[in-house]
């Protein structure tokens, strides 16, 4: 939903330029071999021309290039947006194995399902001097067992039989194998790269300087990591970008950022909205300069930063130059955080200098010297818990202060300014004030003596607002006006004028830049601000405002939950949890449903619908509208002669709706009209926006709507009868894949109604095609939607209710994924008593469109979303009926799922439960981390490996680094497959907490459940219940 009053956020619709829109493809030189092999010294003798040697305009252009990564980081040039010149730097069609393709945006290459061989791809251009930085997407999980990049000439093989490094393996190609983390040039091993355990992402940043004739990488956050390749040919020799794979379908893809002139003017034009100022505050203590290896000291002390913060939680300790004097508080403010860690800042004393110590990569298990830690809630000493406080600064926000001192031999701990009742006896005379900038935290300042509260001064009535030229300044004034609310009685023109400028004006200033609106809105939440804008509205409601400037203050803060709902799931989560979703489902109870020419009644139904319709994205709120009636009480705007009242109203039952009161989300022909009018619309815009009034809904939204509101079978019909097909058909060819995916569903949606509109549908020649085409898509949900639509299309449904044992007829029991997945069940030697086939199910595109079930379901008191496991075929576990009718598992808790290896799944089932590391299992087993995922002794600080972890959605859990793959030889077939396992289960609510992935995915997982809420843990024995061993061949 566009947000009111100003434009809508970036990001989701943007063009695609194709290929045939460039004006050429470039040249390639035929190559002449310099002398020199350009093999990298080992990664601990390298330097980084950036900042070592090799002179200022190497050293201005590596700031560049450091500038420009950033930008591209920062600005979302890794979503859908391909410029010409991109296009011309390119991947080469006609220069690639017949094994690869490039895809529809000119700047991919496919590798083609092929056994047996190694394949390469080589870029248009060929570089023979300058700085040249290119921008990889290669998921790692499509890497296999040798994924290269790197540079060679023209004359370097582009294909070789067996799985072999091809990039590498002649003289004139220099490669990086990145599974193995090894370098090859020569046809030989050339050492590892980079050194360290650094675990690559999905996206990363090559650069090739000829220049110095370096090869090097950093990853997508910026961390450099090091050069691969030195003394690379220069002059006449022309090296193109190169990349090999073995692995099918595997997709790599190349955004040229910029050479040196590009990249020196993109420095110097770049607007750094993240750029630090200067404390104006004098403080008695300063950081001293020499500190932890990721961490920088500024502004003459006054200032620490982790450099690397979203690749490196750690590394960040930092000391006062000064021993810390009796009675003098030593404090800092946290500026900023990152969002990829747990654990957060962290304060203490220690009796070693900083000119004496080591820096360790945290202080907390520190045992030389005596060092006392504040941690989360704990104090630590020498790594043992001595002390429990009221304060978790897990939990701490920007802006929030932290800070000690010593008085005497005792030592006392500040949050804000209050001291905690808690104290430490028996600190030694002399001792240095620590920072820990660990986790989340990226940024703090020193807070002088003469001001012990973070916050800015706030006063009711105060005529001057701060100057809000940063992030940092803007949510310190953030904090300032939500902490007037919680501690003044106050005016409604003063606090009205607060939030517009302080709360409002951020938000429309920083247009394009969504991922900076969110920041403002968690540090929001952070604040508490949603209950404080319910205390406001409920004032306002009960007249206990002074009238005159009411409205005003009303609608600042409506517009506040509007727009920040719309970016933030964390405002939209405490918006529920703050009752303000009955107080705008009142609103819609008090002035009905009629046009009306009164505005301001008008703002007020408009602002409800909207901000219900962005509070229904969250999982966490279904069972606060479901205890509101918010179904009935919303659908009655379908019947409005408001079309904003209709589109708005329509979007928000396609969150809510159930399948057992579907009649409640049925709209009429005009209603469907209007919503198929601005989907059309918004596949005329460039920016894939379609527009009514002054709101926008993008084609993704539009779509996904219309796939849960085709649920009903009135919609169904009116949707056809609207032309539905055609639009679908458009968003197929200009969207991107969850467009795709959202437009096949509702394709199959409507092929659900009847013979006829199938009959129909099947003599379309254009939709088939294009349906058929869509098999083709390298988006595995993609290519689920169109076979789910072509299915429907050629067959005839019965309905199954989702939670019934499955009927045993002719076409089930002849489903021959299902018979494939039994039979490799049955290999793994599992004892059948385990089973109950009465609750077998098989989730192939082919049996779930015969039961024509849906695709989510809701679960659970409270109520949660689950998707289905699509693709998977589940083998019912006998469970214990009596517990399980005890404690009502089956209407009352959530459904998860838990991705695993084929080698535990024995272990698990006669164990009967998921146990937590260090536990012991059945037959004596200890239970272990499992590899490559975090341990005790290789961990960011806080993390609780001690957990079990689950998800609602099987397109998470099913992911490769959790459901790890198998290899699997059909004894009947001879065919080869890849098997994966995961667990279906019951979860009991409250027992468990919801956060974000913690794979640093870039693209959301699950079209229904977010990012942000996809990763369930828990460390409650007993509140999980198997009740499905899902099985996955492909």
Excluded at 417 to 426: A, N
Excluded at 615 to 620: I, L, T, V, W, Y
Excluded at 686 to 702: A, H, I, N
Aim: with cysteine; aromatic share 8%.
């Amino acid at each position: 939903m566009a947000e009111r009053g100003g434009r809508r956020p970036g990001g989701l619709g943007d063009k695609i330029f194709t290929a045939n829109q460039t004006s050429g493809t470039g040249t390639k030189l035929k190559p002449k071999m310099g002398n020199g092999q350009g093999i990298a010294p080992p990664a601990s003798k390298v330097t980084d021309f950036f900042s070592q040697g090799q002179g200022k305009r190497h050293r201005n252009l590596g700031n560049a290039i450091i500038g420009a990564l950033r930008e591209a980081h920062d600005d979302g040039r890794d979503c859908k947006v391909v410029t010409s010149q991109q296009l011309d730097h390119s991947w080469d069609q006609t220069d690639s194995s017949t094994n690869f393709k490039i895809l529809e945006d000119g700047v991919t290459a496919q590798r083609l399902e092929g056994k047996g061989s190694t394949d390469a791809v080589r870029s248009k251009k060929a570089y023979q001097s300058g700085c040249h930085v290119f921008q990889i997407y290669w998921p790692k999980d499509e890497w296999g067992s040798h994924a290269s990049i790197g540079c060679g000439t023209t004359e370097v093989p582009l294909t070789s039989p067996g799985y072999s490094v091809l990039i590498g393996s002649t003289v004139d190609s220099w490669g990086w194998n990145v599974c193995e983390k090894k370098l090859y040039h020569g046809g030989k091993e050339c050492g590892t790269y980079p050194a360290g355990r650094w675990q690559l992402g999905d996206i990363f940043y090559m650069i090739l300087n000829l220049q110095t004739g370096n090869l090097s990488f950093r990853t997508k956050g910026n961390k450099d990591l090091g050069i691969a390749f030195n003394n690379l040919p220069k002059g006449d020799t022309a090296l193109c970008v190169m990349a090999s794979a073995t692995s099918g379908n595997c997709r790599i893809r190349m955004k040229y950022i910029g050479s040196e002139d590009i990249l020196q003017m993109r420095s110097s034009q770049r607007k750094d909205t993240r750029s630090l100022q200067e404390p104006m505050q004098q403080t008695y203590y300063t950081f001293h300069s020499r500190c932890g290896k990721n961490t920088e000291v500024l502004f003459g002390g006054k200032m620490a930063r982790r450099k690397e913060a979203e690749d490196e939680p750690d590394n960040g300790v930092v000391l006062t130059s000064q021993s810390l004097e009796d009675g003098e508080p030593f404090q800092v403010r946290l500026n900023s955080k990152v969002s990829r860690w747990r654990g957060s800042l962290e304060i203490g004393v220690t009796t070693t200098p900083a000119d004496l110590l080591d820096f360790p990569s945290s202080m907390t298990d520190r045992t030389i010297g005596i060092t006392y830690m504040w941690c989360g809630d704990v104090v630590y000493m020498n790594g043992d818990k001595i002390l429990d406080l009221d304060r978790d600064l897990d939990n701490i926000t920007v802006g929030d202060c932290i800070g000690l001192m010593v008085d005497g031999d005792k030592l006392y701990f500040y949050h804000n300014g209050c001291r905690l009742p808690q104290e430490v006896s028996g600190v030694p005379n002399v001792v240095y004030g620590v920072v820990d900038v660990y986790g989340d935290a990226e940024c703090v300042t020193l807070v002088g003596t003469d001001r012990s509260l973070s916050r800015l001064s706030t006063i009711p009535g105060r005529k001057e607002i701060v100057h809000l030229s940063t992030p940092l300044s803007t949510m310190m004034a953030m904090r300032s006006t939500i902490d007037t609310l919680k501690n003044t009685e106050i005016e409604s023109v003063t606090i009205a004028t607060e939030i517009e400028i302080t709360i409002l004006k951020p938000y429309y200033a920083s247009d394009g830049d969504r991922d900076l609106r969110m920041a403002y809105g968690d540090h929001l939440a952070d604040l508490g601000a949603a209950q404080e804008f319910a205390k406001l509205l409920r004032k306002l409601s009960e007249g206990a405002l002074s009238e005159g400037t009411n409205w005003q203050l009303e609608q600042t803060v409506r517009l506040a939950c509007w727009n920040y709902s719309n970016v933030s799931v964390k405002v939209a989560v405490q918006i529920g949890m703050a009752g303000l979703v009955s107080i705008f489902l009142e609103d819609l109870d008090k002035y009905g449903i009629p046009k009306t020419k009164n505005e301001k009644q008008r703002f007020v139904v408009l602002s409800a619908l909207n901000i219900l319709h962005n509070c229904a994205k969250a999982s966490e709120n279904r069972q606060i509208y479901r205890d509101h009636q918010a179904l009935g009480r919303i659908s009655k705007y379908l019947k409005s002669d408001d079309r904003e009242y209709v589109m708005v109203a329509a979007l928000t039952l396609s969150y809510i709706s159930e399948d057992d009161k579907l009649d409640l989300v049925e709209m009429d022909t005009r209603a469907t009209k209007q919503i198929l009018t601005v989907l059309k619309k918004g596949l005329e815009s460039p920016d894939l926006y379609g527009r009514v009034d002054e709101s926008g809904y993008s084609v993704l939204e539009l779509t996904q709507g219309l796939s849960c509101l085709a649920l009903n079978q009135t919609n169904k019909a009116n949707l056809w009868e609207c032309g539905a097909l055609s639009l679908m058909m458009k968003t197929i060819t200009k969207g991107g894949f969850m467009e795709k995916e959202h437009a096949a569903d509702v394709v199959w949606r409507l092929a659900q109604h009847s013979d006829s509109v199938r009959t129909k549908i099947r003599n379309n020649t254009a939709a088939m095609e294009t349906l058929t085409e869509l098999m083709q898509c390298h988006s595995v949900p993609v290519q689920q939607a169109a076979e789910r639509a072509l299915l429907c299309i050629h067959q005839v449904m019965r309905q199954q209710h989702i939670g019934m044992p499955e009927k045993k007829n002719d076409a089930l029991l002849t489903c021959d994924y299902r018979s494939l997945c039994k039979r490799f069940m049955d290999s793994l030697d599992l004892q059948a008593e385990f089973f109950n086939s009465k609750y077998d199910m098989c989730y192939c595109n082919s049996c779930h469109v015969t039961r024509a079930d849906s695709l989510y379901y809701t679960r659970g008191e409270p109520a949660m979303v689950y998707g289905l496991p699509i693709g998977w075929c589940r083998f019912g576990l006998h469970i214990h009926k009596s517990r399980a009718n005890a404690l009502k598992v089956f209407q009352k808790w959530h459904v998860a799922y838990h991705g695993t290896t084929v080698g535990a799944i024995k272990n698990i089932i006669e164990t009967g439960n998921l146990l937590l590391p260090g536990d012991v299992a059945y037959g004596g087993i200890t239970l272990r981390e499992g590899k490559g995922h975090f341990n005790d002794d290789w961990k960011p600080k806080g993390f609780d490996t001690k957990n079990v972890f689950l998800s609602p959605s099987i397109r998470y859990a099913g992911i490769e680094c959790y459901a790890r793959p198998k290899k699997f030889k059909d004894a009947q077939s001879g065919q080869k497959y890849t098997a994966s396992v995961a667990l279906q289960v019951c979860i009991r609510p409250n027992s468990y907490k919801v956060g974000k992935d913690t794979v640093g995915a870039s693209q959301p997982f699950d079209p229904r459940i977010d990012n942000q809420n996809i990763e369930w843990f828990t460390k409650e024995r007993g509140s999980i219940i198997l009740y499905g061993l899902l099985v996955k061949l492909c």
